[in-house]
């Protein structure tokens, strides 16, 4: 596709308005054909946190990064001849392709949640893409409704649910497919459909050649996909994790929340939104060979603290 604009509902001042909001960390709602995305900066520890505040999901599911071209999309992420073709039949669309990250990828590792492969997807809608472009970079876009709560179709919808929580409210009208896109892991030997959604099993096994495999359910076992949410799935460091430190071993690092000394200090204002900002990279920074363990401080379950702790019982439970 070209990068000339597309015809798009949305005035072209408030497209300017909306790249705006995100550049400063913002968040914006905006419609895609598959329901309404609450769209941040995928590249910003920040705005990702941000996203997850504002649909108080009690956990980290990691977030499809949106982009707007496929050659957006190889920048963040392996984009094999599989990957290609696919794209080339399916995007812009319903189709989310999980791939590993390219080393050199912007993404922020608390939209991944950890993991060493990126979502990423194409939406066929001419606000997301012009919204897209009109960033000039990728959007973490969950769907934009309270976590638990059912997908917005309608810019209404996103108004009740989550109001007061976005920044912007771009309205497309009602979403074309209204059900979320189908996710397909390309990191393994075979791919995994992950998730069934817009584009059906059978439009894909005609490009696939054969039916998609389903992950595995028993979670954790050695052969299990990396299916997000299971235990084995996330980025656990190398080094134990003691919970709920309240003094610190020798030789451990402290992974500070609050006021107090630590080697990394999540929010030293003890701000959960900041905090859950800083863990992945905090916790991959202190995995190092010269100490011997993490102690990390107690946090609080308030906000999105009970997301960071549920991370942080994965990251400390005994290793399989
Ligand atoms: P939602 O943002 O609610 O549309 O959900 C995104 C979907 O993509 C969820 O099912 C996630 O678990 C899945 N997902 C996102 N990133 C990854 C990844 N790196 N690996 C596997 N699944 C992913
Ligand atoms: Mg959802």
């Not at 997850?52 to 999309?73: C, M």
């Not at 794209?87 to 608390?110: E, M, N």
């Not at 976005?166 to 309205?171: N, Q």
């Not at 190092?288 to 609080?300: N, S």
Request: hydrophobic share 45%; proline share 12%; glycine share 10%.
């Amino acid at each position: 596709m070209s990068d000339a604009p597309l015809p798009c509902s949305i005035p072209p001042d408030r497209l300017t308005e909306a790249a705006s909001l995100l550049a400063q960390g913002g968040l914006v709602a905006f419609p895609t054909e598959t329901v309404y995305g609450l769209g941040g900066d995928a590249t910003s520890d920040s705005a990702v946190a941000a996203i997850f505040a504002a649909k108080g999901r009690p956990s980290f599911n990691p977030l499809i990064s949106h982009v707007a071209s496929v050659e957006a999309a190889a920048a963040l992420v392996e984009f094999g001849p599989l990957a290609q073709a696919l794209a080339a039949r399916f995007w812009p669309g319903p189709l989310t392709l999980v791939l590993p990250r390219r080393s050199d990828s912007p993404i922020s590792l608390l939209a991944t949640a950890g993991l060493d492969s990126i979502a990423v997807r194409m939406p066929d809608h001419p606000i997301a893409l012009a919204l897209i472009r009109a960033f000039g970079r990728p959007l973490a876009a969950p769907s934009a409704n309270r976590s638990g709560a059912v997908s917005p179709t309608t810019a209404a919808h996103v108004a009740q649910s989550l109001g007061d929580k976005v920044g912007m409210i771009l309205d497309g009208g009602p979403c074309r497919v209204g059900v979320e896109s189908t996710v397909l892991d390309l990191t393994g030997p075979v791919p995994l459909l992950l998730r069934p959604g817009g584009i059906a099993l059978e439009e894909l096994e005609a490009v696939l050649g054969t039916r998609p495999a389903r992950p595995s359910p028993e979670a954790g076992s050695p052969t299990a996909p990396r299916a997000p949410g299971m235990l084995s799935s996330h980025y656990a460091p190398t080094l134990p994790v003691r919970l709920d430190a309240s003094d610190a071993a020798p030789g451990e690092a402290v992974l500070g929340f609050g006021p107090g000394d630590a080697t990394l200090n999540l929010s030293p204002s003890g701000d959960p939104t900041e905090a859950a900002a800083n863990l992945f990279s905090m916790l991959r920074a202190l995995d190092r060979p010269d100490f011997t363990g993490i102690a990390v401080r107690p946090i609080p379950d308030a906000g999105l603290g009970l997301a960071i702790n549920d991370r942080l019982r994965r990251a400390a439970a005994p290793r399989g």
